[in-house]
């Protein structure tokens, strides 16, 4: 990312950016182009919004917290009407709700979902409720992958999503700065027919520039750099192997808070993010000191409502099963210097015994 | 920008971008907010079209080049009208035909001008059509600063400029991926009354989170750290130094280019960036070839019809007066590689007989 710049209308980055495009279908699992944009996640999310729909065309989305809830947000702000599926923060949508909403508004152009939702940390089962809006209506699946992408398992072909978004500082392990959307030949040509206003955005103009690996506007070329070699060690690894630990780095993690006594706060975690009630009582100012100035180590809290009431452990990316033992020993220390009973050890302990089989 | 990255939501991003937004200030000479996106500098140019403008709104633009064109786009893809003033390439709008556009057009809400056309080279007299505006309508001068600020002379307050952008990769010297909006306050009032469609490029939210040091969406983290070096950079040399370097390293550079009997391409140029036609029947690709392979020297083409027919030296940034010699060293060289007939000297030495007067 420090290496002198390459000029982005030049061949060099040409060159690089093909590599760029051709690995980002591998990640996304699919044989359609992959965007790249200069924006934050939220941005691409936007993306998706202008570029898919017209005026009058209904959409619906699923709040079941922050993440959810901004698709809703977005969409409002052109006038498109929202069927909003509420759903309790921590629990995952069911298919049978998606299809219910379908039936009730017929003609819905667009379902759009979270897969990974960063502020509860539910996950929701794509594939289902993908196959289920693809049996009933003619509706798009548009996706927030914005956690999920380069984490969780996800077959943007297979699975028959419409279009899928993520970021640059998530599963593809970079800084911040780069948002991607994938987009499946249906979302090509309802992109087309879409009349929302859009320009910075509009999706037609960045595919018909990738074509030639190029850009309608200056790329983060830094960022793409990055990007690059970022890339390079996921196709080393591998989805499925990359997929398959993520998963059990979770469950190595939940292992070792349930360990502690700890109470995690969604019955359908995503393997990107682990959220935890923060023991009764317990200040999460305190707890969050503790952890980063004696410990290290930096945790998110909790949003919305549940902000100084749960925390979470984010363990996307770049983590390996010695940083789950390293994040739950810096949790009991933090823990005990709350003045919370903790067993030293305990924790680790039980993570070791969950990790240490092959 | 390859440190380890400091979370976005934490204090010590906080205090690094609570700096950044102040030296800001200083590099638009403004005791106003300047907003940080992150995107390219298209972004923040559609960020002050949605953000200052209703439906029925009217606006002028002028159009003496790519990016003079490009505001004229922008609003037109959100149904504003646009009195667009035609300019021929190369030259610079005058005060004149904004008064005429003015009077012809009133109840106009803004004029959208470019300070440095990048394409074209020319600069606008920022500082005399701001006034004439001012003193003949009320309508909002909005400026595409983006080869200009920490480049040429440009008073924000003084000049009563209303919105201003700027991109991270010209004269703030750091890769791509940020750009900035500066706000008047009549501005920020007019945002309040807008009533385009925006979500990511919404200036209220981005207003309201930069009082407390924070952005609405995950910023750019990398580029924001490189940015606060940069700007301390920028504190040091002092803005009047900054133009005034820039004003000799383009009349350095211009005097070599003329010694080679080279012909400039516009009357009224930018400090940012010298346009120069190329020497009648010389193949454009031979020519960057050979500054490129040959010398390790990037420069750009035309756009437009002048595409193969101009060649563009950026000097906006981290360049110094030996740069200068250098790069007209290596037009001598690419030019005779090219057929050209050059006296081996006859350019650098102009430069240096410019650039050794004190």
């Known amino acids: 990312m420090a290496a002198p710049l ?5 061949p060099e980055f040409r060159e690089l950016f093909a590599r760029v495009q051709e690995n980002l279908r591998y990640v996304f699992q699919t044989s359609e182009r992959v965007v790249t944009l200069v924006s934050s996640g939220t941005g691409a999310m936007e993306a998706c919004i202008v570029n898919l ?3 009058g065309d209904t959409i619906i989305t699923v709040n079941g917290g922050k993440f959810g809830a901004r698709w809703g947000e977005i969409a409002r702000q052109y006038g498109v009407p929202v069927v909003e599926l509420k759903v309790p923060w ?3 949508v069911q298919p049978v709700r998606i299809l219910e909403a379908l039936q009730n508004h017929p003609g819905v152009k667009a379902v759009y979902l979270t897969h990974s939702e960063t502020s509860t940390g539910a996950a929701t089962d794509l ?3 993908s196959a289920t809006v693809h049996e009933h209506s003619d509706a798009l699946v548009c996706v927030d992958g914005i956690t999920s992408v380069g984490a969780h398992e996800l077959r943007f072909d297979a699975w028959g999503i419409d279009a899928c978004v993520t970021g640059s500082q998530k599963g593809l392990m970079i800084p911040p700065g780069l948002a991607f959307v994938a987009l499946s030949q249906k979302a090509r040509a309802a992109m087309e027919r879409a009349t929302l206003p859009r320009f910075y955005f509009d999706l037609r103009r960045a ?7 190029d ?9 793409v750099a990055a990007l690059d070699l970022a890339l390079a060690h996921m196709k080393e690894e591998g989805m499925d192997r990359i997929w398959e630990r993520h998963k059990r780095l979770a469950l190595g993690l939940r292992a070792g808070i349930e360990a502690l006594g700890l109470r995690l706060f969604s019955d359908s975690p995503s393997y990107a993010v682990t959220p935890v009630w923060l023991p009764e009582g317990m ?3 305190h707890f969050q000191s503790a952890l980063k100035t004696e410990n290290g180590v930096t945790i998110a809290g909790g ?8 925390f979470r452990i984010a363990h996307l990316g770049y983590f390996d099963e010695l940083d789950m033992v390293a994040v739950v020993a810096a949790l009991e220390r933090a823990l005990a210097r709350c003045g919370y009973v903790v067993e030293p050890g305990r924790g680790v302990a039980a993570v070791q015994r969950t990790l240490m089989v092959p």
């Open 53 to 55: 729909l017209s005026a």
């Open 303 to 310: 949003q919305g409502e549940f902000t100084g009431r749960i």
């Open 6 to 10: 390459v000029h982005h209308r030049h």
């Open 90 to 92: 921590g629990e995952a």
């Open 207 to 213: 595919l018909a520039a990738a074509e030639t690996n």
């Open 215 to 223: 850009t309608p506007w200056t790329p983060a070329i830094a960022l």
């Open 283 to 285: 200040s999460w100012k």
């Open 127 to 129: 594939q289902a409720i």
